[in-house]
């Protein structure tokens, strides 16, 4: 009968893991399974009290990529140390198996996703191996946590360039001024602030003009000697640096300036200044400054040819002369006034201009009716200056001579009209500009003939108006009274197409060529003159107008009373 085996003694982290209290519950980690390994095979342990052997299960060091337990120096009891006959404890476990067996590529791509091996040390510690294991359930599955990324380590900060454009803005025999621009470049780490510092001529010695950076980009140095000579850096500072320091061109000397020089440029040169091909010009720019100012004089950037312009500099102004001017001496003439540190500047444009070329060329579109119609094209040289326009003339083949037909004309092509037909035209064209226009012209290379054409004048009918009227009388007779011996008159007006002729009665009788009467007939004023009527004179007086369309009469009453002499008078 065999005998009773011994009990297995817990060890000491099993006890410690039963007293402690049980953690709380974390969320599980995402499950990562190990690839299925072909592990070597392992003598089975007897099942004890009809419990089935735990199976070799991945332990947690393996699945978290930890070399086998032999490369760790934790290797697992074999299993001959187990007693084989004796029939294990219920509480023991089914056999000292092996650790679970990981490939060589997975343990070293396990090694590999390790931060260090430290912590795979760690994690050979944390889990025991096979032995210290007292509990038949089978192990779950690994887990598998992802390792923290490795933060990318920040760019080093960088200094920004250096400050550009130091110059002195303001001086006086105790303090200095200066003034900058920002860096060209500054960077990530931006920009803390400047330093000014500055030193004797001749010497090394730098002094900070300020305790602390300053973010403004102007700044005054205070409690100067009145008579060194200081050359004057800035540096610009960040969390790279300092950079490399601007500095000004020449040692400024500190003593008072009198008065800063100013250049008092003329309105009239303001502007663009235009001058003709051959003008003299003759430009004079007072300016200010004390002491006497350095005048110096560029054009387009350039020192000035002396042999074209000469310059003439006095204490108060600044005169520039060419004789003759040229179309070479057109540009962009720069006076610059300095007095110590101290600068001032002014800018004359000169426009040197002439007439332009004539058109390049001009053609005969086509001609009909009475009209031609002309093209041409602009001329290449415009005499330093915009074309303002063109003049079309035209020259009759039999006289020759040219007349204008357009003036100032501002487009390429044009249509002459009102030619005379049965003549030949030719066409020319001249350029304008502000001086002037071309000198020479763009000719037609073609004629341009007006054909006669066989034209019937038909002139228009109008129906002849009929001024036939019958005669009327627009102004009547009147009754009349005469005196015996006395001439009177019997007046009326008629009108009537044609003429009506007159007649005039007495008493219904016509009045014949009886000398006593007078009939007179004018514009259609009718007279009858009765002269010295008597006693038998009076009586009806008709005047009758007749014509072919008709006739009118009118009538009136003459009376002749005698006079009547007092008694005394007889």
């Known amino acids: 009968m065999p005998g009773k085996p ?15 209290p049980e953690p709380a519950p974390e969320p599980a980690p995402a499950r990562v399974e190990a690839p299925p390994a072909e592990a070597p095979p392992v003598d089975a342990a007897p099942a004890v009290k009809g419990e089935a052997a735990a199976p070799a299960a991945e332990t947690p060091a393996a699945a978290e990529g930890v070399a086998p337990a032999a490369e760790e120096g934790a290797a697992a009891a074999p299993a001959a140390d187990a007693p084989a006959a004796d029939a294990p404890d219920a509480d023991a476990p089914a056999a000292d198996a092996p650790a679970a067996y990981v490939p060589a590529a997975d343990a070293s791509a396990a090694d590999a996703s390790t931060p260090d091996a430290s912590a795979a040390d760690s994690l050979a510690a944390d889990f025991p191996a096979a032995d210290d294991t007292t509990d038949a359930a089978p192990a779950e599955a690994a887990v598998v946590e992802k390792p923290p990324k490795a933060l990318t380590a920040p760019h080093p900060a960088v200094p920004t360039s250096a400050p550009l454009n130091v110059s002195v803005d303001d001086l006086n025999e105790t303090s200095l001024t200066i003034k900058w621009n920002e860096p060209q470049t500054i960077g990530d780490s931006g ?21 602390e950076l300053t973010t403004a980009n102007r700044l005054c140095i205070h409690n100067l000697t009145t008579g060194d000579l200081l050359h004057v850096r800035v540096v610009a500072v960040n969390p790279g640096g300092r950079s490399e320091p601007g500095t000004l061109a020449q040692p400024v000397p500190i003593h008072e300036i009198a008065e800063r020089p100013k250049i008092r440029m003329p309105r009239a040169l303001r502007a663009c200044c235009v001058r003709k091909v051959g003008e003299q010009i003759n430009l004079v720019i007072p300016f200010l400054g004390k002491p006497k100012p350095v005048v110096s004089w560029l054009k387009d950037g350039k020192p000035l040819d002396t042999k074209r312009v000469n310059i003439r500099n006095s204490d108060k102004d600044s005169i520039l002369f060419i004789r003759s001017a040229e179309r070479d001496d057109s540009g962009v003439y720069e006076m610059s006034v300095k007095v110590d540190s101290f600068e001032d500047k002014s800018a004359i444009v000169l426009q040197i201009v002439e007439r332009p070329s004539n058109p390049t060329s001009m053609k ?6 009475f009209n031609a119609a002309l093209e041409w094209t602009p001329p290449k040289d415009n005499g330093n200056t915009e074309i303002t326009g063109y003049t079309v003339q035209k020259s009759d083949r039999k006289t020759g001579e040219w007349f204008s037909v357009l003036e100032h004309y501002h487009r390429l092509n044009a249509t002459i009209s009102d030619l005379i037909m049965g003549n030949s035209y030719i066409f020319r064209v001249f350029a304008e500009n502000q001086v002037g226009i071309s000198e020479t012209s763009a000719v037609t290379k073609g004629v341009a003939t007006i054909h006669k054409t066989g034209i019937s004048y038909k002139p228009p009918e109008y129906q002849e108006r009929d001024y036939s009227e019958a005669p009327k009388f627009t102004t009547p007779l009147s009754d009349r009274s005469a005196t015996v011996g006395y001439t009177t008159k019997l007046l009326c007006s008629v009108r009537g197409s044609p003429r009506p002729k007159i007649e005039w009665l007495k008493n219904q009788m016509i009045i014949g060529d009886d000398p006593k009467y007078r009939k007179l007939t004018n514009q259609g004023i009718c007279c009858l003159e009765i002269r010295k009527p008597g006693n038998f004179d009076g009586g ?3 005047c009758r107008a007749k014509n072919p369309q008709g006739e009118a009469i009118v009538s009136c009453k003459l009376e002749v009373k005698h006079i009547i002499l007092p008694q005394a008078s007889k």
């Open 6 to 20: 011994a009990p297995m003694k817990k060890s000491p982290a099993k006890k410690a893991a039963e007293k402690a």
């Open 191 to 211: 920009l803390d602030g400047y330093t000014i510092e500055y030193c004797k001529d001749g010497t090394t010695d730098w002094v900070a003009a300020q305790k």
């Open 364 to 369: 005969l579109v086509d001609s009909w009716g």
């Open 540 to 542: 009806i007086y008709t």
